[in-house]
């Protein structure tokens, strides 16, 4: 009988196992002894891929960070109406939070008691403002109500987008991830778009 070797994992790998841990336990509540039972390697062979958890923390909440921030600087977000890229963006944060949602669930659940949390937490905040400057367009450009204060709105949208971590699940007894986007997408701008 073969045994399979323990220390065959990859950096992605590891990122896996880590991310997967830190979402069950917390970041805080998450030990190196952890993360080395759930991947079935020693500590010393977690440490030849990476410093330690704050580097596997940094490595998740970026992989979450890049998924969005790359969205703003896909052609639908930057050409057109304010409108019409505002709901391209809503749309393909809802695709990005359902392909990388254990990364996803970890960012939001920083709290910014390290290092690497206050960076993402800052990073965070970045996304938000370019996403709020969107909708302050698009209300300046009169196809949104301006009704509501922006920074109001943008917390809406955001909270309605990132309270799917909580209960989306891909195990095809919900609903799909199509289902999800356009229900968001007609809900938000169900609510933002002028009234004639």
């Known amino acids: 009988m073969t045994t399979a070797r323990r220390d065959t994992y990859t950096p992605e790998t590891l990122l896996s196992v880590a991310v997967r841990v830190f ?15 759930a991947a079935g390697i020693s500590k010393s062979s977690i440490y030849h891929h990476v410093s330690g958890k704050e580097e596997l923390l940094r490595r998740a909440v970026s992989r979450a960070l890049d998924g969005l921030f790359g969205i703003l600087d896909e052609e639908h977000a930057c050409v057109g109406p304010a409108a019409a890229r505002l709901e391209y963006v809503v749309r393909r944060m809802v695709e990005v939070l359902i392909a990388e949602l254990p990364y996803v669930t970890l960012l939001l659940r920083v709290r910014g008691n390290t290092a690497t949390e206050r960076w993402a937490l800052e990073r965070r905040r970045e996304f938000d403002h370019k996403v709020a400057e969107l909708l302050r367009a698009a209300a300046a450009e009169g196809d949104v109500r301006d009704d509501v204060e922006v920074r109001l709105a943008t917390r809406l949208v955001f909270g309605m987008i990132n309270s799917i971590v909580e209960w989306y699940r891909p ?26």
């Open 171 to 196: 195990d095809g007894r919900g609903s799909s991830e199509r289902e999800v986007r356009d229900a968001v997408v007609r809900l938000v701008f169900g609510g933002l778009r002028k009234e004639a």
């Open 23 to 37: 979402n069950e336990r917390g970041y805080d509540g998450t030990s190196m002894e952890h993360l080395s039972k």
